[in-house]
């Protein structure tokens, strides 16, 4: 069975950093590219990240680049969003969620876990 | 603003076929394959449709896509109680190089 548990989400103030982290089990991670969608509370959906299978190929969304860095680690079944210089936009819900392929240019995501929340505020 | 476009909401009533749409560009839609997701009230997104019209396994054949040019619809035939949910629309977009979502369509069953 396909499990995504996300974790690290907290209450931190504008400019400081957290990590994410999305452990995968279920599924051969490497073979697929893996992806971060954002929910702001009563808001609508954001892709924030992807990376492919092999780790060596990221995308960001304008609003993030420069300051989120995804990342995984294979040998631990691992995603991770490294996020600094937070604003108070970046309040959500962040889900990770599993490709289809191993390309990171995909929207298709099979599974998804059940979000950690970010909260930015002073 | 969202890069894809989806009307802010939808109703029918029970029974009924409703269509939600979804307007893109020639380098989103128009290039790229589009996936529709399910978001029921408190839970993550569910994959409905993908590749414009293809149901994953478990989802009723009462769901359908369809795509035209920059444009896309989800339709959903013989409405239940249990469709009320939101619905988003998802399609990579080569000028972006990033993945881009619809606003979100709500969808009540009267």
């Known amino acids: 069975e396909v499990q995504l548990l996300e974790s690290g989400g907290d209450l931190v103030q504008p400019g400081e950093s957290l990590r994410l982290s999305c452990a995968a089990s279920?599924?051969?991670?490497?073979?697929?590219?893996m992806s971060w969608v954002r929910q702001a509370p009563g808001k609508g959906l954001e892709w924030v990240s992807a990376?492919?299978?092999?780790?060596?190929?990221?995308y960001y969304a304008e609003s993030v680049k420069g300051r989120f860095t995804i990342s995984r680690d294979n040998s631990k079944n691992t995603l991770s969003l490294q996020m600094n210089s937070l604003r108070a936009e970046d309040t959500a819900v962040y889900y990770c969620a599993k490709a289809t392929v191993v390309s990171g240019r995909s929207t298709r995501s099979d599974y998804w876990g059940q979000g950690t929340l970010v909260t930015v505020s002073s | 603003q969202s890069v894809l476009t989806q009307p802010p909401s939808a109703s029918g009533t029970p029974g009924q076929r409703v269509t939600i749409s979804c307007s893109g560009s020639r380098s989103s839609i128009g290039a790229n394959h589009v996936n529709w997701y399910q978001q029921l009230p408190g839970t993550a997104p569910k994959l409905l449709i993908y590749?414009?019209?293809q149901r994953p396994s478990g989802v009723p054949d009462r769901f359908s896509g369809s795509k035209s040019g920059t444009s896309a619809s989800l339709a959903i035939s013989g409405l239940q109680s249990e469709d009320e949910a939101d619905y988003y629309c998802?399609?990579?977009?080569?000028?972006?190089?990033?993945?881009?979502f619809g606003g979100g369509t709500q969808l009540t069953v009267l």
């Open positions: 590749g414009d019209n």
């Open positions: 990376i492919g299978g092999s780790g060596d190929i990221t």
């Open positions: 998802a399609a990579w977009d080569d000028s972006l190089n990033g993945a881009v």
């Open positions: 279920g599924f051969t991670f490497s073979s697929y590219a």
